[in-house]
């Protein structure tokens, strides 16, 4: 019997060992990215569905009395805050004169990459007023 001094039997098997990893990551990047992306508009569209709702929200006592425009601040954050909810979403809304800003926050869950936490947050931010001010 002679034996073989290079015998590369059972390499092929680390090889596709190694390729199949590469793949399920490149796989996992793809889709998870798509989903955090995702999740960036989705949030982004939902904060800016809310500041529209809540510029919405006249005083409309003051617009009888002086004919001008201006944003009710209690209105219009709970406007948008309750559109928030209807849409069961997470944020806050904040006014600060004539224009109000929500920001939504979703959690995307990581369904093939792997990580410690498994999870990545995704916060976006919208700014609507009025319209009163040129």
Known sequence: MTGRL??????????????????????GMAFDGGQVIHAHNAARNDAEQAARVGAQQ????HL???????????A?????????????ATGTATVDGAAITVTVTRIQPLRILPGADRRITVTETATADDGATP
């Open 64 to 74: 009888r009395r002086t004919n001008q425009i201006r944003l009710d601040p209690a």
């Open 6 to 27: 290079n015998d590369e039997q059972g390499s092929i098997t680390a090889f596709v060992a190694v390729i199949a990893t590469a793949l399920v990551m490149v796989a």
């Open 76 to 88: 219009a954050e709970a406007a948008a805050v309750t559109y928030l909810e209807h849409i069961e």
């Open 58 to 61: 006249i005083d409309i006592a």
